[in-house]
């Protein structure tokens, strides 16, 4: 798959502590963030559909679409994507897009987008680490 990545997965891989679906969803996200957190300057195509990171999500079915409610998912990445100021089928880096998310972020929009997501619910992303990895990847 080549380098396709979801709106909304700017905020995940920030946040990523290398939990995860299953094992190998966690090796796939982990080798992901990894490689973006090490290189932040890599290009990446801005998509509203099924990326790297879904590669070995088990929510992804055999036609590539979410099956925890397909249209929910891309609605959810051409939100982040109008508010970040980005445009989808774009070419950014990683640095670009976390840069783009650092200067519009808020509270509000946090809450809005990732409010009722489990990863939230269960304590594993805050708003103020989301902010502190954005500003890590700027600088880096």
Known sequence: MENKFRAHHIICTSLYEGKGY???????????????????DEELTLVAKPDLIC?????????GKCSHNHNRVVNKDRRVMKFFGLKENQIYTYREMCRHARETMTTEFFMENCGKCN????????????????????EK
Request: charged share 25%; hydrophobic share 25%.
């Open 22 to 40: 299953n094992n190998a969803f966690c090796e796939n996200m982990t080798s992901v963030v990894n490689r973006l957190r090490d290189n932040p």
């Open 55 to 63: 590669t070995n999500c088990p929510n992804q079915t055999k036609s």
């Open 119 to 138: 990863w939230r619910k269960r304590g594993l992303c805050k708003y103020e680490d989301l902010i502190a990895q954005l500003d890590h990847c700027i």
